[in-house]
Each structure stands twice: as C-alpha cells, then as structure tokens.
C-alpha cells in the first residue's frame, strides 16, 4: 500500500512533469531543451554528490531504530542528518554556482547553459533538507507526506517553469539583440525560467514537510518520552553510521546515474570531430534530453518509489530476520514493476511517432526512432532500479556500486564503439544506455538471488506480461491506422494524430487489462495491491476473467 501510494505520486508527478514541458518545449524550442537539459544533468550529478542518497539512509537508519522500539535514537538520526545536509548541500551550490562556466563551458561545450545553471544552484541546498524530512517519515513507515509534497512540488515548478520561460525568453531575445545572437540568448534564458520553476517547487515542498512535521512534533515528543532506552546513541556515532550508510548508497547512485554526463561529455566531442554542425548535435541532445528521456521516465519513476518504499519495509524484515517474508516482498515488488513497465516499453515503441506529434508537434522520423530503439530500455532500468533498492534494504550496500561501475565500464566502450566505428551519432547513446540498464539488471538479480535467495517466477514476472503487452501492441497499432485514417478526412492532421492516439491508448489499456488476466500474469492478491485493486478484482469477477 505505500508503495502504490508513492507510485501513484511519482505517477502524477511525471505526468505533471511531461505535460508541463509540452509548452516548454514549444517555447524554447529543441536547442532550449539543449541548454536545460545541459544544466540538469550537471546539477543531477551534484545533487547525487550531495544528497540525493539522504532520503534513502534516513529512512533506513530511522526504519531500523524504529523497529526496536528505540525512538530516541530515531530523533537524533534526524537532527544529525538535518546538520549533514545543511553542510553538503549549502558546499554543493557554492559549487556549481561558482562552476557554472567552467561544467557547461569547458566539459560539455554548451557555454550557455551557465545562465539557467546559476539558477539551480541554490536548489542544492534546499533539497537536501528536504530528502531528510521525506526519509524521515518514509522510516517511519508512512509514503503521505512524501507523496503529498512531491505532487505539490511538480504543481508549483510546472506553473512557474512555464511562466519564467515565457517571460525570459523575451528578455533574452532583447539580450540577443544587443549581442548579435538572438535565438541562442532567448533560448538560453527561457531555459533558465524552467529551472527557475524547479527551485520554487523544492522550496514549496520544503515548507509544506516543515509544516507537517511541526504539526507531528507533538507526538514525536510523546513517542521519545515513552522510549526507556537507559542508552542513546551519541551524534558522532550517528555521524559515522550515517556516513557509512550514506557513502554506499551515494557511491551506487552516482555511478548508476553519471553515465548521462558522461554520454553527453563523449557524444557532443566526438560529433563535432565527425563534421556535424553545433545546431544539429544541440538539436538531437534537446530531443533526447527533452523529449526522448521525459517519456521514458514516467514509468521508470514507478520502479524508483517502488524501490524506495520497498527498502524500510526489507529493512524491518531483513533485521527481524524474517527470511519468508524478505522473499515476498521482493517478488511482490518485481511482479508489481513487470506489470507496468511492459506494457509501458510497447506501448511507446508502437505508438512512437504519434506520440511525438500529440505531445511535441515534432513529425522529426529521428525523434520518433529514438523512442523506438530506446523504449525496450524502460524494462531494463525499471528492474534494475528496484534491485538496486532490494540489495540496499537487505544492507548489501556495496554490492549494486561494484555492479554499476562493471556496467558503466562496458558502457563506456560500447558507446565509444557504436560513436566512432559504426558512426550511429544519438542512437549510438540510446543503445548503449540500454545496454547498461540490461548488464545492470543481471548483475543486480543476481546478486539479489545470492543474498536473499529469492527466485523470479519467470512466467509470472516476465512471460505473461509480455505476452499481454504483445496483444496490446497489435490492438494499439490497428486502432491507431483505423482511427487515423477515419478522421483524417475531415479533420486537420494533428488533431486527427491526437484523437486517434488517445483513443488507441484507452484500447490498449482494456486489451492488456484482458489479455493480462487470460495468461494468468495476475491473481487476486496481486491485483489487490494495485490502486483501486477492489474495484479492478469486481470487474475482471463481472467479465469472467477471474
């Protein structure tokens, strides 16, 4: 159950976040989304640097102390990690705001992205405040806050990122004026409007668990008054454990997620030297960071708040040494992923094109054939995500950080490969990522295996599936040809694209619904851990199928 609620968070959060930068996109174009994407990737890598490991160890550290009884303990986790984070993310800003010209500039050949860079910089800070407060209360069992503050943060950036692009990109059309370059300058302060919108959406999200969690000081109060625990912990001992629980998991989430700073670093060099123009490598990056990796995250984000509601219950259970129950929890969440992420993959890769078109107004074939080389990826880092997650609630901490520099190695040299032998410019990049998420989930199931003992029903996790997402696939392409091709006669290209897009996508979802239930990939106890799950047993009950 809180794994569905920060799923269907993180659900709405994307959807937020996709359908905000469908009018971004419009308004600072694909070498706009260049200069945006550019800056985040760099202020990614930092936040990894910093703190985006804190929510993770907090909640861990609290789940564990919680789990016997010591509340003492569990306060004190939070005071010493509010300090931490108040020393690393307030060293992080000062950073990137100072680097700002030296990261874009000297490493990714894309100087005017220091502008919207600048800009986020002081997010740092705020959201490693905030990553402790969401670990706090996810240890200490409960997903509502988290998921609360993550929808209204995604709210508020998507109104204000829209707003400031709008109102920057014509101040930086007056700025490109004065300097000769018009549409370089307007896109490079549109972009920093929408990274304005990310700052002002963490600081909401800040205020409202600050609020929350003043509101809960009382009975935190209660609760530690009630703990008879004659010892408790010192903060240097809570310093040290921190440190050594953070350091793993930022070490796994790190080399996990800098394979795009470095993609981007190789593939904008090496396409220069190959004789492709500047305007043409920005535009392919913008489609790839703006377009291609948006689409592709929605449902990845369901694998991450899986793993990450997962890892305090694994952790409960692993310290309770409740061995059955650790076996369950990981298969539960792996069918839970598979179910989505399948239908998700063919969906896109059937549906690639229209897609563009409904969402981007973009009839580029390139933007539509990255979706359907790279879609299959959306399988591969959705499982690969949540064993990540599993060998870290199990306290195999280390384990998914020798797993990902493996992979990230191989990475590197499939992509150095497919760039300069096979000449294959972005798709050389949407391959090898692909590739790397693929070595990533055999590592890490492997792994998972070893130390949990924990076996994968193949038929139920990924057989059924896929054969249901096979028959949505064929209902999905037919539905779109005959729909298109009904209205296109009375009705203008693109809204014919939309209707008959968005009406295949209802199809596909009854089609898989169906097809799901007649090869068995669900039972009733699955079903029931879905959103509305009583509801959905009621209906497949009524029609047969169950």
């Known amino acids: 159950m809180q794994g569905s609620i920060l799923a269907i968070a993180s659900i709405i959060s994307r959807i937020v976040g996709l359908i905000y ?30 703190s985006y490991s804190i929510p993770l160890a907090v909640s861990k550290l609290v789940s564990a102390r919680m789990a016997k009884g010591h509340v003492k303990d569990a306060n004190r986790v939070l005071h010493g990690a509010l300090i931490f984070a108040l020393g690393s993310g307030g060293l992080a800003s000062a950073i990137v705001f100072f680097g700002a010209e030296f990261f874009t500039g000297q490493l990714l050949k894309t100087p005017l992205a220091a502008i919207a860079l600048k800009v986020l910089a002081p997010t740092l800070l705020v959201v490693a405040v905030l ?49 000769g370059n018009e549409g370089d300058y307007a896109a490079a302060f549109g972009a920093a409007g929408g990274t304005l919108g990310t700052a002002t959406g963490a600081a909401f999200a800040l205020l409202f668990l600050l609020f929350i969690f003043a509101v809960f000081k009382k009975v935190l109060k209660k609760m530690v008054k009630r703990d008879k625990s004659r010892q408790v912990e010192d903060y240097m001992s809570i310093f040290s454990i921190l440190f050594m629980t953070i350091i793993p998991v930022l070490l796994s989430t790190t080399v996990y997620n800098i394979s795009s700073i470095i993609d981007q670093a190789i593939f904008k060099n090496i396409a220069s030297t190959q004789g492709y123009g500047a305007k043409m490598i920005s535009e392919w990056w913008g489609v790839f960071t703006g377009q291609y990796k948006v689409l592709i995250n929605v449902p990845i984000s369901i694998a991450s708040a899986m793993a990450a509601s997962t890892v305090p219950s694994l952790t409960a259970a692993f310290y309770s040494e409740n061995h059955q129950l650790v076996k369950r929890q990981i298969n539960m969440a792996n069918r839970f992923v598979m179910v989505l992420a399948f239908p998700c993959a063919v969906g896109m890769m059937t549906l690639a094109s229209p897609i563009m078109r409904l969402l981007f107004n973009d009839d580029d074939k390139t933007s539509a054939m990255m979706l359907i080389v790279g879609g299959v990826s959306i399988i591969f880092y959705s499982l690969s995500t949540l064993s990540n997650g599993v060998l870290q609630g199990i306290d195999k901490l280390t384990v998914p950080v020798k797993n990902a520099i493996i992979a990230l190695v191989l990475h590197v040299l499939l992509l150095l490969v497919l760039l300069e032998v096979f000449k294959l410019n972005i798709f050389a990049v949407i391959i090898a990522n692909a590739v790397y998420a693929l070595l990533m989930c055999i590592l890490n199931q492997l792994s998972v295996y070893r130390f949990a003992k924990s076996n994968m029903d193949i ?68 079903l029931m851990r879905f959103p509305g799950g009583s509801r959905l047993v009621n209906l497949a009950v009524k029609l047969h199928l169950m």
């Open 21 to 50: 930068r469908i009018p971004l996109t419009a308004t600072i174009g694909k070498t706009g989304n260049d200069y945006y994407g550019t800056a985040y990737e760099i202020y990614n890598i930092i936040l990894l640097i910093s």
């Open 131 to 179: 990553g402790v407060f969401r670990g706090f209360f996810q240890g200490l069992g409960t997903m509502i806050p988290s998921a609360i503050s993550q929808i209204g943060e995604q709210i508020v950036n998507a109104i204000i990122s829209v707003v400031a692009a709008t109102i920057l990109f014509s101040y930086g059309k007056k700025v490109g004026n004065v300097l």
């Open 459 to 526: 038929r139920l996790v990924f057989l059924a599936p896929l054969e249901a997402s096979i028959v949505m696939g064929l209902v999905v392409f037919f539905s779109y040809k005959l729909v298109d091709s009904l209205t296109a006669m009375a009705l203008s290209a693109r809204l014919s694209n939309g209707i008959a897009t968005l009406i295949a996508i209802l199809l596909g979802i009854i089609s898989y619904f169906i097809a799901l239930l007649l090869f068995k990939g669900v039972d009733e106890e699955t």
